[in-house]
């Protein structure tokens, strides 16, 4: 290998442009290959008719200091919002402080329904269930069942779209960590104390003010600048590898996956035609399932067999046009009501006024799906009548006040911890390992791993490190158990974003 390998980097999210800019920093040749015609992956800003909104609603924090320095590197400090954060859950036509506060959660239950928690979580002290590798079981002991059946489950098993028992606790461990109802008792208590320890508890973050998509614009921008190139509108669909070694990929040009992923209109004439690219290295946020798939000539069949059975979760938000009065300060709240079908509403005024305009806000109604199903298939109008009704349904924002409406589908948000996931990426890691080592996964679907941004980014940042400046640093040891992470559930200490 040359003493400066010419790269390529697959996909232009937080961790493809982390790759990038890194490379070009240290005058490595990069090419940037992104499917879509936007950059930021699922970390985008989406924008319709000057509406902004995230995938989501992403926030930057981080305990990884490069990572923050990069944070601040790539966008000026100016550029940067520090916001509150604030989310409640809806259940039971009430809201919850959301992480959960003892006193707040007990308070709004009754006191029946508190001393019924109160003896349960008792009860899950004296006898824990016996099996707390599920997220059922782990969340039990530490809330007690009927706490866990309050808080936990609904919101959890709408997120996963599968029964709570049969979810890994990998995926709670890894946001809810320290917390448990006695520390949450012992927060309302001594509120001071440094809740940085405890991912759910986070209670301040960074925002860009024209939302994330704002950072990944700038990487790209810096990207070029550099001599990068970023090429938009390709897909990789091949991976040529001989002798031990990738070779180079072929691209299919896809002419972006359009509006409804939140991405301008294709600007490429040239769609379907193929361009074939070499490099020496390849570092890869494709989603590892895939990357394993387009390996030509291709991988033995237990090994796609274990990439076949990696499973996502799929995301659509579907922003709704209000006036300014019908927001909440919360910037999300987390809907538990199993008779509804939205799982989150994101109030993106209280992200950044830099994202709405005069008098009126935009909530993003957020539904959990799998590609292809009812949901993620019914026509925009649809389901902008679907959120409206609900909307109203919640009593938050009367239907007739719903003034426009727009749905963004996002396919694999979620990497789907199931029982043998990590036995499959083990599988996939090993074959890799052997038949192209100089393919290096990265970011969150590219290694499977239910990371936020800034552990995208690290993983990127540690490779570039390995490759050019001769680090031995083992990339996927990055601790993924550290907290602070979305949210996902509410009913958790933090729900899943
Ligand atoms: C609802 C939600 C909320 C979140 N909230 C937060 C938050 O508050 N804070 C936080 O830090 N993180 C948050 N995250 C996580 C964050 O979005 C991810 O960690 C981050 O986007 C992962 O970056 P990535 O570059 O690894 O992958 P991605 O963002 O998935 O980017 C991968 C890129 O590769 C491209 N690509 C894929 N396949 C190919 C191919 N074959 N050829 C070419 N290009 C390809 C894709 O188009 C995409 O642009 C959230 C995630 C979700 C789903």
Known sequence: MAEKPEVIVIGAGPAGLTAGWELVKRDVPVTVLEGDSTVGGISRTAEREGWRFDIGGHRFFTKVPEVEALWHEILPDEDFLMRPRSSRIMYNGKLFDYPLRAGNALRGLGVLEAVRCILSYAWARVRPPQDQTKFEGWVAARFGWRLYGIFFKTYTEKVWGVPANTIEADWAAQRIKNLSLLNAIVNAVMPKRN??????????????????GMMWEAAADKISKRGGKIVFEEKVRRIHHA?????????????????????????????GSEHRYSGDEIISSMSFSSLIRVMDPPAPDHVLAAANALRYRDFLTVALVVPESAGFPDNWIYVHSPELLVGRIQNFAS????????????????????????TWSMPDEDLIALASKELAQLGLVPADQVERGFVVRMPKAYPFYDADYKKNVEIMRGWLAEAAPNVHPVGRNGMHR?????????????????????????VWGVNVEEDYHEEVSPGYAKAPR
């Open 195 to 212: 809740q940085k320890d405890i991912a759910s508890l986070i209670e301040e973050f960074q925002y860009p003010k024209h939302g994330p």
């Open 243 to 271: 002798d031990g070694r990738a070779t180079g990929v072929t691209t299919v040009v896809t002419g972006g996956y359009g509006p409804g992923a939140g991405a301008p209109e294709a600007s490429r004439t040239d769609i």
């Open 351 to 374: 992200w950044s006024p830099f994202l709405v305009k005069e008098g009126r806000t935009c909530l993003g109604m957020e539904y959990f799906v799998f590609e292809g199903d009812e």
């Open 450 to 474: 239910y990371n936020n941004q800034d552990h995208s980014m690290y993983t990127a940042l540690l490779t570039v490190q390995n490759l050019v400046d001769g680090a031995e640093h083992d």
